[in-house]
Every structure is written in C-alpha cells, then in structure tokens.
C-alpha cells in the first residue's frame, strides 16, 4: 500500500505545477493581448506615475472595499437584530399559548370525591419546589383604586409595588373579585368556598384569601399597608440558590414579656402580611385545610341552620380569636409542625421559637427562607432618592391595624 500512496502524491504534485504554469501562461497572453489592443503599455503608465499616485489608488481600492464591509455588516447586524426580536416575540406568544392551556387544564382537572381534603389540594396544585417563583404580586383592600376612600398611604405603597417590580403582574382585588377569583380556582373544591362564605369579617376572609391565592397561583402577596423599598429579586441572599427556597417569610412579633398571651397567639409569631411562595406548597396547603375544616365545623355546631358565625367577646378576644383562625397564630402553628415534621422538612432535631428569636440575619430553614423581623417591618424612613441603608430591610410595614376598623 505504500508504493501506491507515493506514486498517487506524485501525480498529485505534478498535476498541480501543470496547473499553476498553464495559469501564468494564460496570465501573460491576456496581459500581452490587453495590452496590444488597449494602444498603451500599462508597464510604461504603472511606471511612469508617482508613488503617491499609486499609493493613492491603492489606499482608494482599499478603502472602498472597507466601506462595502461595513455597510455588508451592519445589514447583517440589522437582520440579526430583527430576527431576533421576532424570534423573542413568537416565544412570548408560545409562552402565553402554552399558560392558557395549562390554565384550562387546570379547570377541567376534578379530583375524586372519595379523596381528602388534603389530596384534593395536592391534585388541584402539586408542589414543584424546582419552579422558578412566579412573577405575581397580589393585594387585597375593601375598597378599589378608584375609591376615594382608598387612603393616599396605602395607594403609594401599591404603586410601588409595581412600579419597583415592572416584569411582575400585579393585582389588586376588591371584596366581590376576591370572592369571584377563590370560586374560579377552587370551584373543583366546595367545601372551600363553603367555608370562605361563612367566615364572618372581612379579617378572616382576606387571611383566608391570601393562602389561596398563593397555593394556586403562587408569587408574592403583601398587605395594604405594606411599602416595598427593593425589588423582590433582592430578597433571596446570593449565597443561597431560588431551587432550595419553596417560601420567603419574616418574624413577625418577638414577645419578651410575662403577658405575651394577652396581645399574642405565641411568644414568636410568623409574619403573613408579606408572602412569597411557590404554588402548592405544603405549608400553605395544610393552613388552608386546617381553616376549612375549623370554620366547616363550627357552622355544623350552631343551634340553628339559619345562624351565622361571629365573633364574639372583647375587643383583645376578638383579636386573640383572628390570630387563632386565620391569622398570624395558626399560620406560625402550621409552620412550626412542619418544620418538626421530618418527612416533610428533612430536619433532625427539634425546632423551637428560641432558634429564632433575636435573628438578625436570614436562615433557610427546609426549604422556607426566614428573615429577621427588620426585612419585612423595617422601621426606616422610605428614602425620597431610594437608597436604603440597610441591605436587609426590603418592606415597611405600616402595621395600621386596619382590619380592626372592619
């Protein structure tokens, strides 16, 4: 095999000198022929004129070929370009096709009858903790934007919730969209809506709401009273990855005090007047079917059928009442359980109030990021030139106590 390798390079050498001299002959013949019929020798001209005259058309060539290079690429630049933007704006479209088919699925999905309370919740909206958090911010107030009885504070509190969040939805429900919204999403679920209908003040019910719109839609939901100094991205440390977080929460209440019980549920309370979480969460699940069947069976204990609940008492009772029902003291409750559940949090030890009382810096606890009673209650004062000082402070809380008035 190795002669024949030889002999075949051989020829391939010689066919290519064949061809190079048959082109320089070829060369001269056309200049020779050229310059025979064009009446001049362009030796003679090319040798006549000066350097600078030959530099300069050289330079001339040169720059005129430069020049179609640049406008070849920009017409290139600006075809990229626009392809580009088609190409962003059909996956926007993709995206948007592909929600509302999710969404209409979502509807026509009935779990069975025989399920619980609880199966039913996860088959509506299984919990995915690899999801990114979806970009929603939600808000509930008794009155409209355009309400005139929507206090000036509270309306620049909601303006800039969306304005320091702009790649976010951001809504605001009134009592009747509240209502049509949580018998939209769990209209799968009757007993649900059965018990937000009987709960019997605005407090309970938009406690409730905020748990349900969280666990089906995901996202962030914050009080009315609420005035964000960062973005929400801002929130998560860069330590830590968004996979590992399921739910963003802060301290809310640290009570030092021998009469803790008299304004609080317990001694450490978890804030819900800012949430973020990603649908179908555990924890929001099992605080949703715990109000349920708390609220469900109370209306099975009246005297009469035509009876309605209420809350009786004090005005200190009733608050201690809402707490309990559906407030701060039965969300820090379902928190703590699940924290001491191993099969959920995958925590060994047990977890007490006193791992977090005094925290100053964020802990991820399981899969729940936990923030220093100052990131979401911050005592600063919002800054005109929206600087903030403190890294860690990310919502002021106004803590008006406004369902007190309700």
Known sequence: MAPLS?????????????IVFLLLVGGRFLLS??????????????????????????????????????????????????????????????????????????????PSDDLSLRD???????????????????????????????????????????????????????????????????????????????LPELILKMDFFRYLILYAKGGVYADIDTHPLQPVPNWIPDNVSPNEIGMIIAIESEMDTADWKEENHRRLQFGQFVIQAKPGHPILREVI????????????????????????????????????????????????????DYLQSSIFQKVTWKDFYGMTIPRLVSDVLLLPK????????????????DPLAFVKHHAAKIWKSN
Do not use: C
Request: charged share 25%.
């Open 6 to 18: 030889r002999n075949r390079t051989k020829r391939t050498i010689y066919t290519s000198l064949a």
């Open 33 to 110: 022929h050229t310059l025979k019929n064009g009446g001049k020798n362009l030796q003679e001209v090319l040798a006549n004129l000066p350097n600078e005259s030959v530099l300069g058309i050289l330079n001339m060539i040169f720059n005129e070929n430069e020049k179609q290079q640049d406008e070849l690429l920009n017409k290139l630049n600006k075809l990229q370009k626009e392809n580009m933007e088609k190409q962003m704006e059909l996956l926007k479209q993709i995206q948007a096709k592909q929600d509302y088919i999710i969404d209409q699925l979502q509807v026509m999905k009935k």
């Open 120 to 198: 039913k919740l996860s088959f509506l909206f299984p919990y995915d903790p690899k999801l990114k958090f979806p970009a929603y911010i939600w808000q509930s107030w008794k009155h409209g934007l355009n309400d005139e009885r929507f206090d000036e504070k509270y309306r620049q509190g909601e303006t800039q919730w969306a304005w320091k969040n702009p790649g976010f939805v951001h809504e605001l429900f009134n009592d009747d969209t509240s209502h049509t919204i949580i018998r939209h999403l769990y209209n799968k679920i009757p007993e649900i809506i059965e018990a937000y209908d009987a």
């Open 289 to 340: 079917a715990q109000i349920t069947t708390n609220t469900l069976n109370a209306k099975k204990n009246l005297e009469t059928s035509s009876s309605r609940l209420e809350l009786l008492g004090s005005p200190s009772q009733k608050s201690l009442e809402i707490l309990k029902w559906t407030g701060a003291g039965i969300w820090t409750d379902v928190i703590m359980r699940y924290f001491n």
């Open 374 to 389: 100052a990131s979401f209650a911050s005592e600063i004062e919002i800054p005109k030139d929206g600087k903030i000082s």
